[in-house]
Structures are given as structure tokens and as C-alpha cells.
């Protein structure tokens, strides 16, 4: 009989008896990204991530010194934000780091005490609690520090039922492509600097309440030439997941190593979006002119019924559709997961995304790392930096 395994948002619900309740998440309210030029960042991420538009902020709506487009794919939104003159503090972050994610927002029911908790905590204050409100009704915002100059915005909008914040207009666009079934964030990697891990995971278990349920040393990841750490948090309801990289010393540059050179700083690396068909999702990335790293080569694909054993059974995908598009295979105890990662989607090369298809596996795709760090060290083998 076929065993049913669904691709679950919360399949890791409850695992997590340890975590600390202080700090209840409900999920990703909004990622927000400083970057360059946001018109032309939002056309990218319409056009071939198949985001939709869903509201505006900027001199029509009365700001004077940003301009803000929010785009929204299922449960996934977006907001890429340009400084309009020279002295603004988003001019700077993208002058020091290039374009990437400046605010991981977190949708909780009380955005006051979660800054309270985690300041009492030891966490470095972004932004006091604030109320906004337009005729939609009241958010509640919040904020404190994570590693390098990212932050995390606390948003509390149980009392709103406007298209995205107060401030912000409704985006009616004449240009609609479609959605490519992204449907909601699975998780996002954060690198850090050398001999910093530690630091992190004890950040991120004291002052937000997370559990480290998973980690990997330089013995477990590492290719001939390079090498990192990974420790992967949770929060206590499994639906925020924070992975943390750490470079660590092989015979070349590890790619950790190059990030943090690119972005001069700790940021964050790859946001993971879950997908429910992932080979219909990637064809249609790759029609729409997205990237991916290369395939491992031939023997990886031949390996997978060996690699999933019994979830074989279970496997609805054709392995030689997945070697065409290079998707990449994993499995666990519970079940098998399906990824494929973008090549870094700026020309720093810093940030990049993966998709992810779960079926039942809950792990981060452990026994891939070898094949996806050889991919990427073909390309810093290119650029010259490995
Ligand atoms: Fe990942």
C-alpha cells in the first residue's frame, strides 16, 4: 500500500517540547529587501518568480525618502525598497552589502511583548513598539537586531484588514504573470562569521526561545576543497527556521567565506520556498530566465533508489525528468525531499533561493551538501574567488 505523505508547513509541529514559549510565532509575516533600483527588482520578481503585485508606498502615498513595492505569491510576500536621496540609512545598507534582506518579519499575536521578551533577554533594540493604523484598522510593529545589520520586525495586525500595512496603497498593475506555485517560506539561512556560530545558536535559544535540532560540523560538509558549519533553529511550533552557516578552513575559499567578503558583513545566504510540484515549478523558473546551479553529475542520479531505500515506493517523480532539470533528491526516516538552488541573484554573489518540495522528510537535504557545494564551487571557480 502506498504510504500517504503530504508536503506539510507544519509537519514538525510539537517536536519541539524544549522550546520556550515566551515568544509565540504564527509564521513569516514579510521579508523586506533594500536593494538599488525596486522598480526594476520588482518587474524581476513578477516576471520570472511569478510574484503578483499587492500594494505601494513612495511619493504618490506621501513618503519622501523610499519607495516600497510589495509583491505576494500564496503566503509569500515580498517588500523591495530603494532610498530616494543620498542620506538615507537604506542608501548605506545597500552601498555596504549591495542588494539583500534587510527585515525578516515575523507575524506574532502581541508585537509589544515580544519586543519585551526579547529585549529583557539581551536583544538590541531596531524599533520601539509603534502603532499604525490607517481606515483598515491598527498594526502594532516592533523590532530588535539579528546578526550583521539584518533585523527582525515583529508585526501584530489582528486588528488590520488592509491590503499590507498602513502607508501603503493597494498596487493595481496592468502587467499580471503568473503565479509559478511557490507557496509559502519553508526556511532562511543566515551566515556568520568566523568562530561566531556559537554566539548565534545561544542568541537565537535565549533571546527568541528557538531549539537547535539539527547540525552539521566541517566533517559532515565539506568537498575537497572547501568546508562549513550549519546548525539549523527552530521556534517551538516548527514553523520558523533559522539554519546558521559558519565557514571553516579547508585547502580554498568556502563559499560561507566569499559571502561574507561580498556582503561585508553577516546576512542572510538563501531563502527556501516551498513548492507543491516542484518539477512544474522549475520549468516554468527556468522558461521565465531564472538560474539554477548546475547538476551533479551522472552517478548521483543513478544512486538515488539506493540513497531513498524504501521511500522509493512512495516516489512519484521520474528520476530522469529530475536529472533534465537538475533537481536534487533527499531522504530521512520520514519520508524524501526534493530541492533545487538558484545561482545568487545578484551580481554580488550573495543571496540566493532554493526550492523545496517535503514529502514527509524533515531534514535540510543533509545528503546533498557535498553535490550542491561542488556546483557552487564551479561557480567561485568562474569568478575566480574559490
Ligand atoms: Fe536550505
Known amino acids: 500500500m502506498k504510504k500517504e505523505l503530504k508536503n506539510t508547513e507544519d509537519g514538525i509541529e510539537k517536536i519541539f517540547k524544549n522550546a520556550k514559549d515566551f515568544l509565540p510565532l504564527l509564521g513569516t509575516d ?10 526594476q527588482a520588482a518587474h524581476y520578481y513578477k516576471t520570472a518568480f511569478g510574484f503578483q503585485s499587492l500594494a505601494y508606498a513612495g511619493l504618490e502615498t506621501g513618503l519622501k525618502d523610499r519607495v516600497s513595492y510589495v509583491l505576494k505569491q500564496d503566503k509569500i510576500r515580498i517588500v523591495l525598497t530603494t532610498a530616494l536621496n543620498s542620506k538615507s540609512e537604506i542608501g548605506e545598507h545597500v552601498k555596504k552589502h549591495g542588494d539583500g534582506v534587510k527585515v525578516i518579519a515575523l507575524w506574532v499575536d502581541d508585537a ?26 491598527k498594526v502594532v510593529k516592533s523590532g530588535i537586531y539579528t546578526y550583521g545589520e539584518t533585523v527582525h520586525l515583529f508585526i501584530e495586525r489582528k486588528n488590520y484588514d488592509g491590503h499590507f500595512l498602513p502607508g501603503f496603497v493597494k498596487w493595481d498593475s496592468d502587467y499580471n504573470p503568473k503565479s509559478v506555485g511557490l507557496k509559502y517560506i519553508d526556511h532562511m539561512v543566515g551566515n556568520v562569521g568566523w568562530g561566531e556560530m556559537n554566539t548565534w545558536v545561544k542568541w537565537y535559544e535565549d533571546v527568541m526561545g528557538f531549539v537547535n535540532f539539527l547540525s552539521f560540523d566541517d566533517k559532515q560538509i565539506h568537498t575537497d576543497y572547501s568546508a562549513l558549519m550549519s546548525k539549523v533553529m527552530s521556534n517551538g ?9 559558519e565557514p571553516a578552513k579547508g585547502k580554498k575559499r568556502s563559499q560561507i567565506e566569499e559571502y561574507l567578503d561580498f556582503y561585508e558583513s553577516p546576512g542572510v545566504q ?9 518539477v512544474k515549478t522549475v520549468k516554468e523558473l ?3 530566465g531564472v538560474e539554477f546551479l548546475s547538476a551533479p553529475p551522472k552517478e548521483y542520479y543513478k544512486d538515488i533508489p539506493n540513497r531513498l531505500g524504501s521511500h522509493m515506493d512512495i516516489m512519484n517523480e521520474d528520476i530522469d525528468e529530475l536529472e533534465k532539470l537538475a533537481i536534487l533528491v533527499d531522504a530521512d526516516e520520514d519520508g524524501y525531499l526534493l530541492q533545487i538552488f ?6 554580488r554573489p550573495t543571496l540566493f533561493f532554493e526550492i523545496i518540495q517535503r514529502m514527509g522528510a524533515k531534514g535540510f537535504g543533509a545528503g546533498n551538501f557535498k553535490a550542491l557545494f561542488e556546483s557552487i564551487e564551479r561557480e567561485q571557480q568562474n569568478r575566480g574567488t574559490l
Open 30 to 39: 514579510h521579508i523586506e529587501f533594500y536593494v538599488g533600483n525596486a522598480k
Open 112 to 137: 509589544k511583548k515580544s519586543y519585551e521578551e526579547t529585549i529583557k533577554r539581551g536583544a538590541v533594540s531596531y524599533l520601539k513598539p509603534t502603532v499604525e493604523s490607517d481606515e483598515f484598522g
Open 237 to 245: 511550533n516548527g514553523r520558523i527556521k533559522f539554519p546558521l552557516n
Open 270 to 278: 538563501h531563502i527556501a520556498i516551498a513548492t507543491d510540484d516542484i
Open 286 to 288: 527556468k522558461e521565465r
Open 342 to 347: 538558484t545561482k545568487t541573484v545578484e551580481d
